[in-house]
């Protein structure tokens, strides 16, 4: 068959045919400015490297990146007071993205914990100044090999990494669309786009380069494990359902679907592919959450990764991330409750204790918290099992409590320092308490807010979620809670004795003096912790209105 006879049957088919016109995406740019806004700030601070001279790099880079995430936060507050977390709460994005009370209040606690952990990235007086110029925690130039004389020559020339900027943003996006997503592709895309800028950062260390670089590495590889399980678990779940649609998914689990697409009628209802569809994706959130049996990752990266990004990570990551599981076991699975159930309880039961036994056994400061960390993701699952619009707010107000006591401790980290950077090891902070009172007192409060000790904003979250636990049936996971919390006290308080109560040693590290960024940092998270402690019902209040998921 000759080329002409193919084209003149193509043309006379299209003449037969007039194709219908496609129609266009309705997209509701107000009620997703506080995405929008992020992500507009990233590209600009791409261009930022592009175009703007080194010399004021920095400066426009950090403005951009506050004006940004604190513009954000204003249009979170703008649609929370417009009614979109309660009685306008809808659909937006032709189905892709929630606007209701939880999504509202997680994308304000990632910008505001954001907001403050990004004052930490921009500290440049901690380290001594190489060669006339302010350095900050990042590798003068990412791309050099740790050690080469393109390195060496870098530093020399006073070169900083403002990239870590743009790149924050970028994370700080996928971070907002992830609790908000509400169909399984958005969930997939929006991990992705923040897990890849966390791997990045991770790397950036200025000192010990080459253990920052195994941590992103180890990050990585587990990650891309993690979203391998989760995306597996989105094509069975499409298998199952016919939709990656939240909505549709829950209907055909609960059996009140009318229409059925005669493609998938085979497939659709089989439980098994519902069963295993969700206990994969169910294990990509828990990775991202850092619990047991998925919690490898944790310490490794905490303890490589700089200290301000394992400051941000360890906050935003676990709101982002538990907002989704949230979202997933309420809004999809709720008619699976009597199968996810037993599991979570046990996965719950092991993080709890996990976490609080393998924490007395560590010797590094930001391991501890690591562990620590996935003890915390234990106790917030109790609420999450708990079932009830309790359970919701008392995660939400957890979440909120706990991003900030841990970004003000790892920003006291940062500020123990000796020859070698950052002096991370404990017998390093004996006698911290004598030598520099007023940064000890600091972390010895954000350490009795993890231990759960009344007046702190840790007593509030922990009382909220186990109260709810109980209330929903789940009594028994409570005592395991609270024996899990009297363990994990017991290597808080070590801590706090050994800064107060022993001797310093006299080779022992130096408390570097901060710039404004980060005691603005310090004294957020300190204030906060002792507000929400002091006076939590305003926002216990407000995680009860934002409780509410729409379906």
């Given at each position: 068959m000759s080329a002409t006879a193919v084209h003149s049957l193509w043309t006379t088919a299209a003449e037969v045919e007039p194709l219908g016109k496609i129609p266009a995406p309705h997209i509701e740019y107000a009620q997703l400015a506080p995405v929008l806004?992020?992500?507009?700030?990233?590209v600009l601070g791409v261009l930022v490297e592009?175009?703007?001279?080194?010399?004021?790099?920095?400066?426009?880079?950090v403005f951009l990146t506050v004006v940004a995430l604190a513009a954000s936060f204003a249009a979170v507050v703008g649609l929370a007071a417009g009614g979109y977390g309660t009685t306008k709460a809808h659909i937006a994005a032709m189905g892709a993205i929630a606007v209701d009370g939880p999504a509202l209040f997680l994308q304000g606690t990632i910008l505001l914990a954001s907001l403050v952990a990004v004052f930490t990235f921009a500290e440049r007086r901690l380290d001594p100044a190489a060669h006339g110029k302010r350095v900050d925690s990042f590798a003068a130039e990412a791309a050099a090999v740790p050690g080469s004389d393109h390195e060496k020559a870098a530093v020399k020339a006073g070169f900083t990494t403002t990239e870590v900027f743009p790149i924050v943003l970028f994370a700080i996006t996928g971070m907002l669309v992830f609790p908000a997503a509400n169909d399984?592709?958005?969930?997939?895309?929006?991990?992705?786009?923040f897990s890849l800028p966390l791997y990045l950062l991770c790397a950036l260390a200025r000192r010990k380069r080459l253990m920052s670089q195994e941590a992103a590495v180890k990050y990585f590889l587990l990650g891309a494990f993690s979203s391998a399980f989760l995306l597996f678990g989105i094509a069975l779940l499409y298998g199952y359902a016919g939709s990656v649609s939240y909505a549709r998914i829950a209907e055909v689990v609960d059996g009140s679907i009318r229409t059925i697409d005669p493609a998938l009628a085979d497939t659709m209802g089989n439980d098994a592919l519902l069963l295993i569809g969700g206990a994969m994706i169910l294990m990509g959130l828990l990775f991202k959450v850092g619990a047991v049996p998925f919690h490898m990752w944790t310490p490794d990266v905490y303890q490589g990764a700089p200290t301000p990004v394992t400051g941000f990570m360890a906050a935003a990551t676990k709101v982002a991330a538990f907002g989704a599981l949230l979202r997933l076991l309420y809004v999809v699975l709720p008619g699976l409750t009597w199968d996810w159930r037993p599991v979570m309880w046990a996965v719950a039961i092991v993080t709890m204790l996990g976490g609080a036994i393998v924490a007395i056994t560590q010797t590094d400061i930001k391991r501890l918290l690591a562990y620590s960390s996935i003890a915390h993701a234990g106790f917030i699952l109790a609420g999450v099992i708990a079932t009830t619009p309790e359970g919701i707010s008392s995660v939400l107000f957890y979440l909120l409590a706990y991003s900030f006591v841990t970004i003000g401790a790892f920003a006291v980290v940062t500020l123990v320092r000796d020859a070698g950077g950052e002096a991370t090891h404990l017998s390093k902070w004996a006698g911290l308490g004598r030598r520099s009172p007023l940064v000890?007192?600091?972390?010895?409060?954000?350490?009795?807010?993890?231990?759960?000790?009344p007046l702190t904003s840790g007593f509030s979250g922990k009382f909220a979620v186990f109260k709810a636990a109980a209330e929903g049936g789940a009594g028994a996971l409570v005592v395991v809670g609270v024996i899990s919390s009297a363990i994990a006290a017991f290597f808080y308080i070590r801590v706090i004795v050994l800064m107060f109560f022993s001797e310093p040693k006299p080779e022992g590290p130096t408390v570097a003096v901060p710039s404004p960024l980060t005691i603005t940092t310090i004294g957020v998270g300190v204030a906060v912790t002792l507000a929400l402690g002091l006076a939590p019902q305003y926002f216990l209040d407000l995680a009860g209105q934002a409780s509410v998921f729409v379906r």
């Open positions: 806004i992020v992500v507009g700030a990233a592009a175009f703007v001279p080194r010399k004021i790099r920095y400066h426009t880079q399984l592709l958005t969930l997939f895309i929006a991990l992705e786009v000890a007192a600091v972390f010895a409060v954000f350490l009795l807010a993890f231990a759960g000790i």
